[in-house]
């Protein structure tokens, strides 16, 4: 069965202190893995897409990369407004199902 | 702006009637998807869509049905069969292709009481 852990559960981060969270999925056959940030309310926000062991995807502060069995989304010196909850999500086989991770809820003060 | 629009943004509803979500996209996107989000838990699949008048069950789809008339719009009823309604609701559209993202509406929370 097709699984993603997500870890910490939640972080706190001071301001400028850079962190890594942690997806660890079990899956046959990767099709892609997905990060996404959601705001508290909202809907996911689509993020990075992530194929095959060794990429590497940059946006602004947020830094996500995979290996066989993981990925890691890295925050480098965040920002207030970086705190939400990011999902890790995978797509395997060859139907059209996303299989979730529960989130890291991200907090980040000032 | 293309994107995906859910109303209404809270619902609430006594226990034994059904109630309509709605989903529209304008993204162009065959594929159509209706997810349910509960605190702690990954999302869920309910129901999905990859071409009109056709929809394929998923995880938790007890309670629940949908209708594809249309490319562009994706209901869902949540029928007073399903046990616990009370939850946060997202409506996704995609290309029908392996390893492309799914894109989210900003969600509808019913709450039965």
């Known amino acids: 069965e097709d699984q993603v852990t997500q870890s910490p559960e939640a972080l706190r981060l001071q301001e400028g202190e850079s962190s890594s969270l942690n997806c660890s999925y079990t899956?046959?056959?990767?099709?892609?893995l997905f990060w996404y940030r959601q705001d508290p309310g909202k809907g996911p926000e689509f993020l990075f897409t992530?194929?095959?062991a060794g990429e590497e995807k940059e946006k602004e502060r947020l830094k996500a990369t995979l290996t066989k069995k993981e990925s890691f989304l890295h925050i480098t010196a965040p920002k207030p407004e970086d705190s939400a909850t990011y999902l890790c999500?995978?797509?395997?086989?060859?139907?059209?199902?996303?299989?979730f991770g529960p989130g890291t809820r991200l907090s980040v003060l000032p | 702006d293309g994107g995906i629009t859910q109303s209404p943004k809270y619902l609430f509803r006594k226990e034994g009637q059904n109630v309509t979500l709605s989903c529209e996209q304008n993204?162009?996107?065959?594929?159509m998807y209706w997810y349910r989000q509960d605190p702690g838990q990954g999302l869920r699949l309910i129901y999905y869509s990859q071409i009109v008048n056709d929809f394929q069950k998923g995880d938790i789809a007890e309670g629940y049905s949908v209708s594809r008339e249309k490319k562009e719009s994706f209901p869902l009823t949540v029928t007073s069969a399903q046990k616990n309604p009370t939850a946060f609701y997202l409506c996704a559209s995609s290309i029908p292709t392996g390893g492309t993202p799914l894109h989210f509406g900003n969600g509808t929370r019913l709450t039965v009481t």
């Open positions: 993204l162009n996107h065959d594929a």
């Open positions: 992530l194929y095959s």
């Open positions: 899956v046959s056959g990767l099709r892609g």
């Open positions: 999500a995978v797509q395997a086989g060859y139907g059209q199902n996303f299989v």
